[in-house]
């Protein structure tokens, strides 16, 4: 059974920072693409970033290239999204995702989920 535990959220005011962590378990973390998406209240599911299974190649959104930074870390079976120049519209819950090796940016396509972690900016 594969687990994803997203941590790192939080209230940050616009311009600022945060880090968010997804610590994966039940799996073999280096056979997974790595997702984050994030849902504000009352809209759908928006894809932000993905990462490959190898090679670390990135797919950030156009609404956040620039400014958020996503990676992983092997030898912890944890995904990373570092995000900078924080903007209200960012406030949503970020959840990561996992699907076999490739990138999608269909939320549909992830097999396992995180329970989401809150990201409040204000102005």
């Known amino acids: 059974q594969v687990q994803l535990v997203e941590s790192g959220g939080g209230l940050v005011q616009a311009g600022g920072s945060l880090r968010l962590s997804c610590a994966v378990s039940?799996?073999?973390?280096?056979?997974?693409?790595m997702g984050w998406f994030r849902q504000a209240p009352g809209q759908g599911r928006e894809f932000v970033a993905a990462i490959t299974w190898i090679g670390g190649d990135t797919d950030p959104a156009d609404s956040v290239k620039g400014r958020f930074t996503i990676s992983r870390d092997d030898a912890k079976n944890t995904v990373y999204l570092q995000m900078n120049s924080l903007k209200p519209e960012d406030t949503a819950v970020y959840y990561c995702a996992a699907k076999w090796r490739l990138v999608d940016r269909d939320y549909k396509a992830y097999s396992y989920w995180g329970q989401g972690t809150q990201v409040t900016v204000s102005s």
């Open positions: 039940g799996g073999t973390f280096s056979n997974y693409a």
